[in-house]
């Protein structure tokens, strides 16, 4: 009598399991997103520019330490898959010093922040945000067991309360003193509560032990590598910026990047992040693998390059409407280098599915690359242009790190070099559709610049949005209706019109 299949193993279920799981990571950015940019706008209106890129300083050191020491938790717990209570305390602990190390570094640095970034006041940002690191460190790694079954719904629980409790902190103190410690008080609030919710959300008591630490660095050692060298890559610009551009340029910048970025954040760290654990579910199944990860691609490019485009080409009125007019400066970045950006985001997923094959090596040479293109062009281009050139340094680099992407893949899965590229023909033919409305048709429009800011940014979202989903569904049509994104929204859509 043949065995039975276990039903949670096949490809269609996986399938859905990870579009379950990208539902829910995505329900949790959207709610912390919507509360951050909330938080952000009022924050924007009650401090300068000058304030955010003071306390930019202090939160990229951080985020640059802890990145450079990231051992990956996360990953070493889903790539595990039947990790035992040693592996995990040996986790705890490696995770715990990380931590306390950062914490450290930070407290040394608190001495010589004057110096380095020529404000008297970072050494008491510096001092106030370095136990941050301390708090998170301590965080329950048996936590990530529920994302590495693909159960997000305690993910979402906690990215919720996390947010809520840090936006409720700064925007009470910043309505009540308009300071910038507003936003420190805030990620302090917000460190303590992620900590506490991860080991209500799955009970664990933790001992210090090495018991596995061979085992563990055999993985998590490629994994901290690529860690390092992407936190230069990400951290590197707010710390250089303020001797090359001067705070309020430096704040324009940090704030700018955090907006335009938002559709990689948003939709396509969701995405990835749902798509690992499948991925590392097919391990011994390589062409399973590698239409997942396309698959993951041409979805990432459906939400998120309309997302990224349109940005760029409402920007004046984006900006307008969501900062106010002391932040034109952030103009350019969403014009220049959010559509750049698109593109990277579309390979969000890269890395887990590099990690998944054993081929993590290939993406700590990806950003070694990047680096060494990137990092030079931005001192140069920042120190003779200013903050415009930064821009352009920062958009060159997104270009050239999605080409470095195409080779990656291409030795990873052993495919062509184009294959994403033409896995996503038909969005890039709706884009560029909603691209001819919004720079050639709606100017010539009489009334269009009396209107005002928002009601032509809503008119742009509605036209816009419009244009690109039509344009994509006839392009499937024309093309004989394959399997793709469309298909997959065709079929829960009927389904969920026939359970109604």
């Known amino acids: 009598m043949q065995e039975k299949q276990d039903p949670s193993l096949t490809?269609?279920?996986?399938?859905?399991?990870?579009?379950?799981?990208?539902?829910?990571?995505?329900?949790?950015?959207?709610?912390?997103?919507?509360?951050?940019?909330?938080?952000?706008?009022?924050?924007?209106r009650l401090l300068v520019p000058e304030d955010f890129g003071l306390v930019a300083i202090g939160i990229t050191l951080m985020q640059l330490l802890q990145n450079i020491s990231d051992i990956g938790v996360r990953q070493t717990v889903i790539k595990f898959r039947t990790a035992d209570g040693s592996m995990m305390d040996t986790i705890f602990t490696l995770s715990a010093i990380r931590g306390l190390a950062v914490m450290l570094i930070m407290l040394a640095l608190v001495p010589v922040a004057p110096a380095l970034f020529d404000d008297q006041r970072t050494s008491a940002v510096v001092l106030a945000i370095s136990f941050t690191p301390f708090i998170l460190g301590l965080k329950n790694p048996r936590f990530y067991e529920l994302?590495?079954?693909?159960?997000?719904?305690?993910?979402?629980?906690?990215?919720?309360?996390?947010?809520?409790?840090?936006?409720?902190?700064?925007?009470?103190?910043?309505?009540?003193?308009?300071?910038?410690?507003?936003?420190?008080?805030?990620?302090?609030?917000?460190?303590?509560?992620?900590?506490?919710?991860?080991?209500?959300?799955?009970?664990?008591?933790?001992?210090?032990?090495?018991?596995?630490?061979?085992?563990?660095?055999?993985?998590?050692?490629?994994?901290a590598a690529v860690s390092f060298i992407t936190a230069l890559n990400n951290k590197l610009d707010v710390l250089i910026m303020p001797k090359l551009t001067g705070p309020a340029a430096t704040g324009a910048f940090y704030l700018g990047h955090q907006i335009a970025d938002i559709p990689t954040e948003e939709i396509a760290g969701p995405v990835a992040r749902a798509v690992y654990p499948g991925l590392s579910e097919l391990q011994?199944?390589?062409?399973?693998?590698?239409?997942?990860?396309?698959?993951?691609?041409?979805?990432?490019?459906?939400?998120?390059?309309?997302?990224?485009?349109?940005?760029?080409?409402?920007?004046?009125?984006?900006?307008?409407?969501?900062?106010?007019?002391?932040?034109?400066?952030?103009?350019?970045?969403?014009?220049?280098?959010?559509?750049?950006?698109?593109?990277?985001?579309?390979?969000?997923?890269?890395?887990?599915?590099?990690?998944?094959?054993?081929?993590?090596?290939?993406?700590?040479?990806?950003?070694?690359?990047?680096?060494?293109?990137?990092?030079?062009?931005?001192?140069?281009?920042?120190?003779?242009?200013?903050l415009?050139?930064?821009?352009?340094?920062?958009a060159l680099g997104a270009t050239?790190?999605?080409?470095?992407?195409?080779?990656?893949?291409?030795?990873?899965?052993?495919?062509?070099?184009?294959?994403?590229?033409?896995?996503?023909?038909?969005?890039?033919?709706?884009c560029s559709m909603m691209?001819?409305?919004?720079?050639?048709?709606?100017?010539?429009?009489?009334?269009?610049?009396?209107?005002?800011?928002?009601?032509?940014?809503?008119?742009?979202?509605?036209?816009g949005g419009l244009i690109y989903f039509l344009t994509h569904y006839l392009a499937w049509r024309v093309s004989g209706q394959p399997d793709g994104v469309e298909s997959r929204i065709q079929k829960y859509v009927l389904g969920a019109i026939m359970q109604k």
Not at 388 to 394: D, E, L, P, V
Not at 447 to 457: G, I, K, S, Y
């Open 11 to 44: 490809p269609r279920s996986l399938g859905e399991r990870i579009a379950l799981g990208t539902a829910w990571i995505m329900g949790a950015r959207m709610v912390v997103r919507m509360l951050g940019l909330i938080n952000t706008l009022i924050l924007a």
């Open 147 to 223: 994302e590495r079954e693909l159960n997000f719904t305690r993910t979402f629980q906690l990215d919720a309360a996390v947010k809520i409790v840090s936006v409720a902190v700064s925007v009470s103190i910043a309505l009540t003193l308009q300071t910038y410690w507003a936003i420190i008080f805030g990620i302090v609030a917000g460190a303590l509560t992620e900590t506490a919710l991860s080991y209500l959300f799955r009970p664990y008591r933790p001992r210090l032990s090495f018991d596995s630490l061979r085992e563990v660095f055999g993985f998590s050692g490629w994994v």
């Open 284 to 386: 011994e199944k390589q062409e399973e693998m590698n239409r997942t990860f396309l698959q993951g691609v041409e979805v990432l490019a459906a939400i998120g390059l309309p997302a990224a485009m349109g940005c760029a080409l409402v920007a004046q009125d984006l900006v307008a409407v969501l900062l106010g007019e002391n932040w034109g400066a952030v103009v350019p970045i969403f014009q220049i280098y959010a559509p750049a950006a698109g593109f990277v985001m579309l390979f969000m997923a890269l890395e887990g599915y590099a990690m998944a094959r054993n081929r993590t090596h290939l993406i700590v040479w990806r950003e070694i690359a990047y680096f060494c293109f990137r990092t030079p062009l931005l001192i140069w281009a920042a120190s003779a242009y200013g």
């Open 388 to 394: 415009i050139g930064a821009i352009w340094a920062t």
């Open 400 to 430: 050239f790190k999605s080409s470095l992407s195409l080779i990656v893949y291409q030795r990873v899965s052993t495919r062509s070099f184009w294959l994403p590229l033409w896995q996503i023909r038909r969005t890039l033919f709706a």
């Open 435 to 463: 691209a001819f409305w919004l720079l050639l048709t709606r100017p010539l429009i009489p009334f269009w610049p009396e209107l005002a800011p928002l009601v032509r940014l809503i008119i742009d979202a509605i036209i």
